[in-house]
């Protein structure tokens, strides 16, 4: 299954949602929110930590990742490379947001996992850290036979994309919350932080619908395929 537009202009529109995500989170963290910190006696700021690392860190870089085989006018063994190393860096940095988290609650008194969507974000964390590890060794090192790559490769590219939009579903929730915990304090329902944080979840959703449409579209490749994973592409699908 592919879809049969020209995937490079698309992910030009990508990065560009990708760099106002990322200046929205700071903008709202830094500006509205008091800042980022790991250690403080401000426990808000330690939250802070959480959007900030799971918007730039977990859902822009794990989108780039995905888009890198259509984005990159570079040779396959290295696109290869800098998908799994972004993913890597990716998956990192969720981790850290996800500890920031934990720690903000703990510090605070404030029970864990108690929401849907701190469960979601489990489960989505876990599904990442399982794709990452076997399609490491699979994929890149030992490497599985060609047979066995081809016969799982569609598996890598389905689940790839569930775990993806299933994140991207998760920080839209994530946003929803935290704007309803202050929203329930003094926050005014229609003013500028209101906005900023819906139009930062629209940016988000926007960002990881491209990825999508780009991971989905036909390779624009004009060489042969060099491996036995469909020409390493998501219109493998
Ligand atoms: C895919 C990205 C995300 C994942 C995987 C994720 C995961 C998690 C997890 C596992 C927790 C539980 C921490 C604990 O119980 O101590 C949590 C808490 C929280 N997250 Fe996220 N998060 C993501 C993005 C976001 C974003 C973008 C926001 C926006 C502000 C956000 C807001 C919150 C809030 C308010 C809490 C505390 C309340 C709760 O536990 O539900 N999250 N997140």
Known sequence: MAVGINAM????????????????????????????????TNK????????????????????????????LPLEKPVKKVIHLVLHAIALAL?????????????????????????WIGIGVISLYGFQWLYSFGLFFYPGGSANLRSSVFPWHAILGLFVYILAVGNAALGFLE????????KLDKYG??????????????????????????????????????????????
Request: hydrophobic share 55%; with cysteine.
């Open 9 to 40: 202009p698309v992910t030009f529109v990508a990065h560009a949602l990708a760099i106002i995500a990322a200046i929205m989170v700071l903008v709202w963290t830094i500006s509205f929110r008091g800042g980022l910190a790991w250690e403080a």
């Open 94 to 118: 969720g981790i850290w947001g996800i500890c920031a988290a934990f720690k903000n609650h703990n510090e605070s008194g404030i029970a864990n996992l108690y929401s849907l969507h701190s």
């Open 192 to 237: 500028t932080e209101a906005f900023l944080v819906n139009f930062m979840a629209i940016v988000t959703i926007l960002f990881g619908a491209l990825v999508v449409l780009t991971a989905s579209a036909k390779s624009t490749s004009s060489s042969p395929p060099v491996d036995d994973e469909s020409n390493y592409s998501y219109s493998a699908i």
């Open 44 to 71: 808000n700021l330690i939250f802070n930590l959480h959007p900030v690392l799971m918007l730039i860190g977990f859902i822009i870089l794990g989108g780039e990742a995905i888009i890198s085989y259509k984005s």
């Open 178 to 185: 935290k704007l309803t915990f202050l929203e329930s304090g």
